[in-house]
């Protein structure tokens, strides 16, 4: 007879529901093994079962403190028979103790129903510090935030810092790879992929994202081959499957993507999310499916009521059908495309909202359309991007400089906005630093304002919303800074068309003077005098008060 023998007893006796036994013969096993915690913590089962729930705990105690220390569940089960006892203060306790020191992480899903007790029997919620089974998830959650947000310079640091930590956390490793791609350092981000694929040699995240890395680099040969490998996977999980949806979509596969998406769509966790059903339909439509593309956008309007992307699919579709166009490709990105979004915020009136400025959608497609859009779409992402001005945009722009084969032009167009970007940052620092320089009036006068709305009448008609709202700082700048010995403004049309000349010049646009002068009827001579008057006031920023002298004459 051996600590085996009893063992197999007690689990005769437990099939015929003989508690009693079963507990004499497990704790014959104990004697036989008194260094096998298994068999204290079967005695601690069966104590709890027959509710026992103070001795069941005092043998897991014994366990922890005598016999095994590493055996953390230990302190779940302690946990249950504390609830059991009604000591709740205590379960927490020994909950919050399992959380934060078990690292297999068996009971978790328990462990979240009895903390969602504890919470409604203590009227509050539990803290957990840290999950010890889920060690960088709470990491990796915020950095694939951070990669929707387009913050991918913030994600890049993070998720470097969880796969330094965790060299085999994969869905970190891919998160990272986009990361990478996303911020141009394309070597990177394909070297980190094929870590991926040397663990995990099947990992679906990491042979889509190295099939779409094959495809930017014109590798056809090596895309083909993934993309054959792809076309012929059904995946099982919902996360995986959409994953290869909008991969098969990027790769130009639409019918393999219409397939998987449809797919998705019988699943009552994703069909009440308007955006798939516009993934849906873009991939019907780039099939060539048009009235099935339809009804997807009409329901994924019923879902979104508020949103103008279905109305304005559904409205390119009509058109289509007028002008008898035979194929239509739209975008997967679940937002307007650039050119609409450009023109409907100019028709508006009204620059980039702080809400659109802080979308995720928005925000991430920018970034993506500075790497892969066409020319005229990188020049309009550029000068919108000096409207977000925050640190990401800056890395972007810095990043985008670095490019070897990006255009000269557009180049020039993303130092001049890291200039007014920087120009902008200085004259923060100095509105702080002294009084005078802040660029806030109390009133606005009239005769202020005409010099603003004459520029607005004559200004060159390429001239967009946002090279105004330029001219209209630049002016407000001007009127700060010698504030409040302002003369009188009499000569409109003189500081309009100077306002006009340097906000060209701040922006890359070569005029003379001449030009200028001619839409507001003056002289070449006049506009130079005012622009210099201008620009001798900015100048002059640095200087001190006691050396700061305002003009005197009447303007």
Request: glycine content about 4%.
């Amino acid at each position: 007879m051996n600590a085996n023998f009893f063992f197999d007893r007690a689990v005769k006796s437990l099939d015929r529901f003989q508690y009693d036994k079963a507990l004499k013969y497990f704790r014959k096993a104990v004697e036989y093994e008194p260094d096998n915690p298994v068999n204290h913590c079967n005695v601690a089962g069966i104590l709890s079962e027959m509710g026992d729930y103070k001795g069941s705990n005092e043998v897991l105690q014994h366990i922890l403190h005598k016999v095994d220390s590493s055996m953390t569940e230990c302190h779940f089960y302690m946990a249950n028979n504390y609830a059991n006892m009604g000591l709740f203060e205590e379960a927490e306790h020994a909950l919050v103790t399992y959380l934060e020191e078990d690292s297999a992480g068996q009971f978790l899903d328990e462990a979240q129903e009895l903390m969602e007790l504890l919470h409604y029997e203590l009227n509050r919620p539990t803290k957990v510090n840290r999950i010890k089974s889920r060690e960088g998830m709470v990491e990796h959650e915020r950095a694939r935030e951070l990669l929707e947000e387009g913050k991918f310079a913030q994600a890049v640091k993070l998720l470097e810092e969880i796969v330094k930590d965790r060299p085999d956390f994969l869905a970190a490793r891919n998160n990272l790879a986009l990361a990478y791609y996303y911020t141009g350092r394309f070597n990177k981000a394909k070297q980190t992929i094929e870590e991926v694929l040397e663990q995990e040699p099947g990992n679906l995240h990491g042979l889509c994202n190295l099939a779409i890395f094959f495809q930017h680099e014109g590798n056809h040969e090596q895309s083909h081959r993934l993309v054959d490998m792809l076309s012929v996977t059904v995946p099982f999980h919902q996360e995986h499957l959409f994953k290869l949806a909008t991969t098969m979509g990027i790769l130009g596969k639409h019918d393999s993507a219409y397939s998987h998406f449809r797919r998705l769509l019988k699943d009552e966790e994703y069909n009440s999310d308007p955006s798939l059903y516009h993934y849906t339909a873009v991939a019907a439509c780039n099939s060539g499916y048009y009235e099935a593309a339809a009804s997807y956008w009409r329901q994924s309007k019923k879902l979104d009521p508020g949103s103008v992307i279905p109305d304005f699919y559904l409205a390119q579709l009509q058109q289509r059908k007028k002008t008898g166009m035979k194929v239509m490709k739209v975008s997967y990105h679940y937002h307007l495309p650039f050119e609409e979004q450009f023109k409907r915020w100019e028709q508006e009136g009204e620059m980039m909202t702080e809400e659109a400025k802080r979308n995720p959608l928005i925000r991430s497609s920018f970034f993506w359309a500075l790497r892969h859009g066409d020319p005229h779409i990188k020049l309009q992402v550029i000068r919108t991007l000096e409207l977000i001005a925050d640190d990401e945009v800056r890395h972007a722009l810095q990043s985008f400089l670095q490019e070897p084969d990006e255009d000269a032009t557009l180049k020039d167009a993303a130092r001049l906005v890291l200039q007014q970007l920087e120009s902008k940052k200085n004259r923060i620092q100095d509105s702080q630093a002294d009084i005078k320089t802040k660029e806030v009036l109390p009133d606005w006068h009239p005769d202020w304002q005409k010099v603003v709305d004459t520029a607005f009448e004559n200004m060159d008609k390429r001239s967009d919303l946002f090279w105004k709202r330029e001219l209209e700082t630049l002016w407000s700048g001007f009127l700060s800074r010698l504030y409040p010995d302002i003369p009188n403004i009499r000569n409109t049309s003189g500081w309009a068309a100077a306002l006009e000349y340097i906000t060209a010049k701040m922006r890359g646009r070569a005029y003379t003077y001449e030009e200028v002068a001619s839409r507001y009827g003056i002289s070449s001579s006049t506009v130079r005098r005012y622009a210099r008057k201008i620009d001798q006031v900015f100048e002059n920023k640095d200087q001190s008060d006691d050396n700061f002298c305002p003009f005197t004459e009447n303007i």
